[in-house]
Every structure is written in C-alpha cells, then in structure tokens.
C-alpha cells in the first residue's frame, strides 16, 4: 500500500493506493504549530499499518517539505518521495520555461487532466493562489496565468481600505450586492469566474475547438456558481495526476 501526500499552502489532501486503486481522498486544513499533530490523523488511519512508500507533492516550501520527511521517517521508518515537474508525461510536452521551474501541483493537475477529460483543456485550482493552465488539441501545456485567491483578494481590500472588514463566504443569488460584504464576495468571486471564462474562451479561439474547462482547489466551490459555462469539477485532482505519475514511473510496487 502507498500513501499519496499534496502538501498545499493552506490544505494538506491524502489518499492511499491498494492493489493499482486509488481510494477516496481525506482533507485537513494545515495548522502550522500544530501540523506534527496533525499527521497523527494519516499514522492513526486504519490502513497505516501497510504503508511502503509516501509520495508527496509539496508546495508549501523547504520547512513544510522537513516537516513531512521527518514525519515520514517517525511513521513509516521510510524516506518519501517528492514528484517534480518533467518536461513531457505520457505524450504532455511542458512548454514551462525552464520546465523545472512549474509548480509540481500544477504539473500534477496537467497530467490528471489530460488523463480524464478530452483536449483542449483550461485546468483551474483554486486556492490560496489561482491557477489557469492551458493545453491545446496536440497535447501541448502552452502557459497559464497565476491570481490571488478569494482570501488574498479579501485581504488586500481590507488591509487598504478604512470601511471593509474579513469576511466569510455565503450564497448570495442576486450578484448585484446591497451591501459592503456582498459586494466584495460577489465581486472577488465574479474576479476569478471572468478570468477562467477569459482564458477558455481565447484557448478556444486558439485551437478553433470546444474547450473542456476543469476545477480543483478548497475554494473552487465557491466560485463555480458564478462560472456561466459548463465546468468539470474534481477535488483530487493533483493526488490523481500524483497517481498517474508514480504508475508512469514504476514506483507503485
């Protein structure tokens, strides 16, 4: 049995592999005085006891990265292993410049992608940051833009400005807000809706073909209702492509 690890800014995600099959995914929400603790909720798991090899996909810096390979070693007595970004999969080329340089999750969520959904393709994760990746008809990864996330946009407006405070999110069903908080929901919401339209409509006029749109990442949800086209939404999606990625390399053994 394998353990797969992806080590986000504020969610850490983890998901077992028993016989080639990929179980369901299990979530928390990183503490960082806390995260040793909360790796307990992984050893303390029922299927801990037959865990050979971790996987993990960190992007959550060098200190993060320690953390879990200390983990790891206390748990398991094993030294896990880190997916990296390559410059092809499975026919993907990565036309990232350098290719080394694409964060792992979002290379991860390329592969996963490109494995479920018909070409081309919009990959979104929606998270702390917002990423919107491109792959065209010929399997190519082209490029993406990067964005603040709700909180970060949130953040920003109530650091910067005298009357607007934190706020949660909340079904608001008419957009034209009423008040402060509805606006500035409505609004970052609508910020990163309009981007993913904006990018899967000019990827569509770049390859004069129907653009499958996907979402991933802890606030996709939120923003999904105000995407006016059809969207695919799959929570796992980086622990999928980190699936693929240790089949492709003959770790799964």
């Known amino acids: ?90 026919g993907l080329v990565n036309a990232y410049n350098p290719f080394e340089k694409l964060g792992v999750d979002r290379w991860l969520a390329l592969i996963a992608a490109t494995h479920c959904f018909k070409k081309p393709l919009c990959v979104v994760d929606i998270g702390t940051a917002v990423t919107i990746d491109a792959i065209d008809d010929k399997n190519h990864y082209i490029g993406g833009v990067i964005l603040p996330g709700l909180a970060l946009m949130r953040q920003s407006l109530q650091q910067n400005t005298d009357a607007i405070g934190l706020m949660q999110d909340q079904n608001i069903e008419n957009i034209f807000a009423t008040n402060t908080e509805q606006g500035v929901i409505s609004g970052t919401n609508l910020a990163i809706a309009a981007a993913v339209e904006n990018m899967t409509e000019k990827l569509g006029c770049k390859t004069n073909q129907p653009v499958t749109c996907v979402l991933t990442g802890g606030d996709a949800l939120h923003v999904k209702p105000y995407i006016s086209q059809s969207v695919e939404y799959m929570p796992d999606l980086v622990l999928k492509g980190l699936y693929l990625w240790d089949k492709e390399n003959d770790l799964d053994r």
């Open 1 to 90: 049995m394998n353990l797969l690890i992806d080590s986000g800014n504020t969610a850490l995600k983890w998901a077992f592999v028993q016989d080639a099959q990929l179980l369901p995914m299990s979530k928390l929400i990183v503490s960082p005085e806390d995260l040793p603790e909360q790796l307990q909720t992984i050893a303390n798991s029922q299927e801990n006891n037959n865990v050979r090899t971790v996987y993990i996909s960190n992007v959550a810096g060098i200190k993060r990265q320690k953390q879990l390979t200390d983990w790891c070693k206390d748990a398991y007595q094993i030294d896990p292993i880190y997916a990296f970004a390559g410059n092809e999969f499975n």
